[in-house]
């Protein structure tokens, strides 16, 4: 199989050992890797980081349709480390891409993305850059602005 690329604006890859292109993408930016704990999710994780520098953290808690909750709790895990973060790498599915987002966009603060997501205030600075390595296909959430996020303590998607 061969590699392609195709720009528009987003940079899309594909081929094989497109996998071990990723670390030179991250560079010298600090990351961290939004992903899932499932064994079958392992061997790509294991890749990814034996071939890309080491991440701040990595956070595999994320449920199918990503909730405020698990949110918070995201962000709250995060706090020590979130003012570092320069680029999200997400390996996953859509739920793995939209709580990136969700992160991308407040830089790992819950409060102005929820703020945002009520209508009471706007974001004040640009998201974070996303490196979106999708194992699923069907969403398309790798390739939009665009995340779903659940709110079930009031019965609504964001």
């Not at 992903?35 to 808690?61: C, G, I």
Request: glycine share 8%; with cysteine.
């Amino acid at each position: 199989m061969s590699q392609w690329r195709y720009y528009n604006p987003v940079d899309v890859r594909f081929g094989p050992d497109v996998l071990a292109q990723v670390g030179a993408a991250i560079g010298s930016r600090r990351w961290i890797l939004v992903t899932h704990p499932d064994a079958p999710m392992m061997v790509w994780r294991n890749k990814l980081l034996a071939s890309s520098p080491a991440p701040l953290m990595v956070l595999d808690a994320i449920e199918p349709n990503p909730s405020l909750a698990m949110l918070d709790a995201l962000c709250a895990g995060l706090a020590d480390v979130a003012d570092q973060v320069e680029v999200i790498v997400a390996l996953g599915g859509g739920s793995v891409m939209d709580t990136a987002k969700f992160l991308a966009a407040g830089h790992g603060q819950y409060a102005p993305v929820k703020a945002y997501l009520e209508g009471e205030a706007a974001l004040e600075q640009s998201a974070l850059p996303i490196i979106a390595i999708p194992t699923t296909a069907g969403t398309g959430s790798e390739l939009t602005k665009w995340a779903t996020i659940w709110d079930p303590a009031q019965g609504r998607k964001l």
